[in-house]
């Protein structure tokens, strides 16, 4: 097939840094366009992404960028021709993300990581494997409100490996409850400027505003079901405290479960590792080998350890343990990559998914 | 009064040196010796304290240690007489512990921070304020096994923190499942060697040997009921989840709980706050002003910021929210010095009471 | 004595934060106002220190701010009549500090920690115990300026252990170069954000713009000679490469020397242990017990060990050695307090020294 | 050509981890034998890796160990029959290092990255691209020792990256002296226990023992020339003050240059540049494209950002300037990554070099 032209929207920005090596050498996408505010369009890439006053290279990824993308000449979100667009990564912050995301969907498809249409009814949050019937809404919001394209939306960091642990734990036993403890890394706060050395050295900080809303509302929203043009919520409860601890990359979280049937250590371990949702038929390139990797060495996972099995594209679990104190009680810790499978690498597997599909 | 004469068994590891800070200057007790193996009986203190290769100073706690001891000589823990002595403080090892404080114990009180005698049915883990009335434990040991001295233990420094945070929530509301995880400080796993530093750097451990049973164990003993010579263990449900995290004093719990009776989250601030287990009327020298410090800043507690407040005796609690996934669910987040009320000082506080109590 | 009334300019900031805890309970000094910018005055201290969003207490210090100041009415800086003052602390931003410092000075005297009169022929770096020689600047500028106040400032934190440890070295060998590695701590950074938790995180910043000029131009100055009304500068060179550390507080220095004339290592270090700087007669109610300490213990000195010896008052040097490199070589590692003597309690012992020599 | 049979003795170490990776689908070396200590032997390498305790994989880098190598038997190092290999790496521990290496390298070629033969007259330390001359001592070791085999070492991980931005210098300007201080990484201290957790953590600690001597030693040795079967020590001077830092793996060194000819910072920077030291022509496998990378970025080098540039086999130096204080003065930062270049990789490069020269 002819290359799928994406743009980056916000492409300076850390997210969309990672968007940039997300679709690096992609065998269906191409990198067509890198859209920025005004303060970076004109320069070419690698110059808009040095510090005025230093020069130093403001390049927040581990991998350094791709060659090909230095002598991009960025340009100029606001007056951006989308005609010869197929699709636009959006990486912009939830502010700028409302009116221009809505603008672009007039128009064009719009896969985002911000959390502007997260909420709104006929808005799906899409997580591969996991919910992807949701994208039934995207006709929904063709209807009613007149868009040729779309916006699909990724849910916040914190919510995505939890909803990969717990889906196999519905299909198969029902949930009545979760409660859960993150452990998150300092890269989820990103760098504007994110969380100071300060305040974090040595230390953890028990409250991250807005994370909790925002877990316990997306699991509800991602586990729910599409009917009517819309989508019912997960009838389980779900509570969570958030707390930001001194750790580059990967979030933890510490998950007590309440399950409708009972079952055994080796059951819920057994449907996690089986758990496919569907991907292995559809050959999208960057899915993981395995949703879900369980461990039994009781050390793991480990976030230096454990991030970046299958490219950070794996919900990493262990410490699976039966709960004394919940009725039908199951316990254990996870770990998943919160700037791959909870950011840009995730979005590119959506849009895989959307073309498998047809939507695109 | 006299002062009280004291030995510190175990004096030159990490809790025997917290035993000679919290000791120092105290108002009722003296340390009239410093007991430790036989690599160390000889020499004074100060030279005890040395590496062998390099000459450097073996301290490890962040007040330096007081002049007045530096020249005490370092007796032989095995040889060592007794008779002159009111108080032991015990800061070896569990696999010393046991042998070592039955055999005092048949002549002298011993308060140890070892986990040996901790789930011996007639021996006591006592902590200020909360369950005191298991000191009659003490009369229960004389008889039965004949001893003029006794054995009272410290808990695990996980369980103390949880503890506080739990008695006033039974006693006004009743507690039916409690759910916690940790962020447990390096300090808590010693230094021989404790945690590698190439294990925790930039990481988070999810599995603390042993830690989980201690905290779901104590929890239930300590807040039990003293009848017929022994202690019936609380009856609500407790699970955790135990992990590391790169912080080097101060425990973290994150913690769900099902009440009883409905609670509004001012009543549970209130409770907490007024929380004084009597300790207000014993005017004893090492309690801490309040028992529990409640914040309504929502970044609090930190363990940077709160792990010194009141000397490290206090336990210190925030965000407290209704928890929407529990039958009258509160959650809240708790810190308590693990080194401090945690450990060496939390004894000698259990020993100041011992004294009011006459069983000095 | 009547104490001295002062008032702290730039109160709400990290600086001004550390000289409301170096003037609480002062014998000499009292807070008669706290001043701020615009968006702070009109509200008490507790007020203007919470953050705007969420409530929290904006305070930095390890010690709580004291409970006699959260009640003071901060004052704008702008329309502040200082008429009932002797004596003002400036903690602003060097910005802000060239113009508010100059006009304040036309009646008062200021002690500020800002770089911006540092480099003027007619301002003094005093730093106690080294150059109080130089406060004779202060009748140069009354002269030439027309002043009745008079502005002294503080060194660079960097400079300001290099120079205690080269002032015995430079009176009893001579000195004919230094070069020196600086392991700086984040917090010599600020908070305005500072550094940032991702870029320094398991990570080594071999850069601090403009610290490198400072450090090598300062302690010329520092220890230069007054003569004809101005500084003529030391005549040894000196030559730095200052970098950034995960280290909460203390500059670590290693610190290559090369004398004038030969010295062994334990004239080195016996000179260190002797220097007092005459502050030994004075009486000054902040200075430390001594100036310099040195260490044998080859592990040491060590931020987080050594920091706060003597209040973070003191020089802490160690690991003094032969060169092998330089002629006359002596190397060594120094630790110093950069928030503590390298800021407001260092600016209040040179007040302490001003008011003894009758300055205020 | 056939593949080379190697045998990695002390395999089941951090070291011995490292060589299975760097071997692992080497295009000219092949392991036909892993060898480790008798409390290994006999287990295959997954279960040799195993902790007795907790099952939990043994396993310290950052890769996973591959997959071919994990039902290897390992064998007893002692009663290894080396009849059928063609080369040993040896990862073992200075004290076993000194009687093993040597009866191996009666019949068979050893590299070894322990420094028991460093500082024999008649062994190399060789490092690719700089003194390859050395090897000539092999036959020297032949001659004198009657060894079919002969051994030769890996350098100290120090001094590796200071020897590689020395060399341009000396061969280009001569040097007169070098003062150098390391800020090392934590990994280099191995792990058993190495650095304990609670020592580094928000802390620099200023003196590692042996390292100083071996820096200044062995860089001189490796820059110096073989003459009359022996190696002449190069004839500057190097001093060295080495401290630990809170990074996993890379360590910077602030490095202050006196040089025998004036040189600007333009030529420093092409020398270091244009440096390859004949490895172009050599055609080495492991052989980074430069094996200096320098930065014009004042920020760089730093540990995080640049340790892998180039596999880890490149010496990234940064911030070049004059030195106002010497002579001839040139200072710059460095950054070599100390487990790759700095151990096991570096080996690999120096086994391929001997293959070429027909050493092997």
């Known amino acids: ?10 492409a300076t920005g850390v997210v969309g840094q990672q968007f940039v090596l997300a679709l690096n050498d992609h065998p269906w996408f191409t990198i067509s366009c890198l859209a920025a505010s005004k303060r970076s369009s004109g320069k070419i890439y690698s110059e808009a992404l040095k510090d005025d006053e230093t020069g130093s290279l403001r390049w927040f990824c581990d991998e350094p960028p ?4 230095l002598d991009i000449v960025v340009e100029d979100v606001d007056s951006l021709n989308f005609s010869d667009v197929d699709l636009v990564f959006s990486a912009v912050g939830s502010k700028v993300a409302r009116p221009l995301e809505g603008m672009i969907a007039e128009k064009k498809p719009v896969i985002s990581t911000a959390r502007s249409y997260r909420y709104n009814k006929d808005v799906p949050i899409l997580v591969p494997g996991v919910n992807f019937g949701h994208a039934k809404l995207i006709d929904v919001q063709r209807k009613t409100r007149g868009w040729k394209g779309f916006v699909v939306t ?11 642990s717990l889906k196999p734990l519905l299909d198969c036993f029902g949930l009545e409850r979760v409660l859960m403890t993150s452990l998150q890394a300092i890269s989820g706060a990103g760098r504007s400027p994110g969380v100071i050395a300060l305040d ?9 505003p807005g994370e909790e809303e925002a877990v316990e509302t997306e699991t509800l929203k991602i586990l729910g079901r599409y009917q009517f043009g819309t989508i019912a919520p997960a009838e389980f409860h779900v509570s969570s405290t958030c707390t930001r601890v001194n750790v580059r990359d990967g979030h933890t979280e510490s998950v007590f479960v309440s ?28 899915a993981p080998k395995h949703l879900i990797v369980v461990h039994d060495d009781p050390y793991r996972p480990q976030p230096r350890l454990d991030r970046n099995v299958d490219g950070g594209m794996a919900t990493v679990v262990g410490r ?9 009680g199951v316990k254990y810790v996870l770990l998943s990559h919160n ?17 498998k599909e047809e939507y695109l």
């Open 1 to 10: 097939m002819d290359p799928i032209k994406t743009v980056i929207v916000g």
């Open 66 to 69: 791709p060659e090909s993308v």
């Open 154 to 164: 990724q849910p916040n960091c914190t919510a995505i490996g939890l909803v990969y």
């Open 200 to 208: 974090i050295l040595e230390n953890v900080i028990p409250y991250i």
């Open 259 to 286: 399950t409708s049937k009972p079952c055994t250590v080796e059951e819920v371990t057994e449907v996690m590792r089986a758990f496919d949702g569907g991907l292995g038929d559809l050959d999208l390139p960057s």
């Open 320 to 328: 699976i343990r039966n709960d004394p104190a919940l009725s039908n």
């Open 339 to 355: 700037t791959k499978m909870g950011a840009a690498k995730g979005a590119v597997l959506v849009a895989e998914y959307l073309v």
